[in-house]
């Protein structure tokens, strides 16, 4: 398993993803890392850390695309970026995965120029869990396709089926459209064209039709589908939400339990451990031919360890050759 690594994507790069990738050779010895960056840097990095496997090699890129960049005008301005050549290398076959932390609509845009789609795929799309009254859903797309078509839900709803069976071990998971009521013709246009077109597919024997918002919390649906632009919103509302109410309600019951405060706070910790993204990893881009696994701006190196794993994980349950077939099966 060889992965490109994009060195400097996140918040505090390159240092986190340094150790990362160090720690994750550490627990794979059939791993290969390639930290995709500022060489001189990345090898005084490497040098710090003590490190002297053979597993790890330090390709030279040309800058990176920063937070606040514009992607498209980014990757224009420097083709030879640590993305760009991540992308570069997985087109040429040179690794099987790439995962970066950085400016996730400049590792979108410079994978959808490869064209390294899976046959069949219209456009790829974010995945992202989400937890659940009844365990966990796939909630897609976060982001990558924000002017989706139907037939864009539709394969969506494909492929995010089949990332919850092979990762979430769902037997028969159930498939909703997002949307602003559960009745038949609501949504705008796009949701009522997905609506009828999954109808008409061989997906509509798992599909439930539409769930409103409050039922993603619910598990009303193994998977849900929308555009990029709705599912990005919920993401980040959801991790404000789930922010604010933990410290919320840390406020308003630590104080009460001062003879137990110690406890109280590791529970409180461990709760909130459990629905981080660090622990996930990152999000894959289902849908390419290849592995990409998108991770949070602000991963730390336990993070990048597990955005690394996920890459394996996902090669090894071979979730690609599914997809595939699963779209050529439900061909209309």
Partial sequence: MRIALDAMGGDDAPAPNVDGAITALKDNDKLEVLLVGDQPLLEDLVNQSGYNGDRLEVVPAEGFVGMEEKPTDALRKKPNCSIANCWRSMAAREVDAV?????????????????????????????????????????????ANPAARAEHLYQYGVMGAIYAHDMLGIDDPKVGLMNIGSEDGKGNELYRDAHAFIMQSDLKDRFIGNVEGRGLYQGEADVLVCEGFVGNVVLKVSEGMADFMMRKIAGAVL???????????????????????????????LGIDGICIICHGSSDAHSITNALKMATLLKNRKINSRIAESLAKNKK
Avoid: C, H
Wanted: aromatic share 6%; charged share 25%.
């Fill in 99 to 143: 995962v970066s932390a950085g400016n996730t609509g400049a590792v979108v845009a410079a994978g959808l120029r490869t064209r390294l789609f899976i046959k069949g795929v219209k456009r790829p799309g974010i995945a992202v869990l989400l937890p659940t009254m009844k365990g966990q859903s796939v909630l897609m797309d976060v982001g």
């Fill in 255 to 285: 104080p009460k339990l001062s003879d137990e405060r110690e406890k109280a706070e590791n529970a409180f910790k461990d709760l909130t451990r459990q629905y981080q993204y660090r622990e996930a990893g990152g999000a894959p881009l």
